[in-house]
């Protein structure tokens, strides 16, 4: 909890429930970021379009917080390529077969109240704490 910072994080909430909010209301389509990939890869997408801006707005956006404040966290550079190009698969896979991301469930599911969204938010979050468990404290973390 060293670098807990409350008022970029209620701020980053807050953004990110009003953006959610707004793209419901406004174009009825769901800030889930997996589904919102997929259709700005499709070929033929009538909707690509904004799917693509709204992935160019999180990258942009991402980068001009960066700037402004400064880093909130020190990269770590020596993780083992193999490793993250396979947890990435990984995400990519469990996105898939969870019919949605943890922004589609955890943050838009959950405020529509959707009984899936829960379930699959309570398995991911589940799932993430049983893996730090067992990568930090069984096999002592990865080097």
């Known amino acids: 909890m060293e670098n807990f910072t409350p008022f970029s994080a209620l701020l980053g909430g807050v953004l990110l429930g009003t953006s959610a909010t707004l793209l ?7 800030a ?3 589904g919102i990939f997929r259709g700005a ?3 033929r997408a009538p909707d690509r379009l904004w799917r693509i ?3 160019v707005g999180l990258v942009c956006g991402g980068a001009l917080w960066w700037q402004l404040m400064g ?5 770590r550079d020596d993780f083992p390529l193999p490793l993250l190009i396979i947890a990435g698969i990984l995400v990519g896979f469990g996105s898939r077969i969870g019919n949605g991301c943890t922004s589609g469930h ?3 599911g959950l405020g ?12 991911f979050f589940s799932i993430a704490l049983a893996t730090t ?11």
């Open 24 to 30: 419901l209301w406004m174009n009825g389509q769901i």
């Open 32 to 34: 889930g970021i997996s």
């Open 106 to 108: 955890g943050v838009c």
């Open 41 to 43: 890869i499709k070929m």
């Open 112 to 123: 529509r109240t959707s009984g899936r969204s829960a379930a699959s938010t309570a398995t």
């Open 53 to 55: 801006l709204f992935l």
């Open 133 to 143: 468990f067992i990568v930090r404290h069984l096999l002592g973390g990865i080097s």
């Open 71 to 75: 880093p909130s966290f020190i990269p």
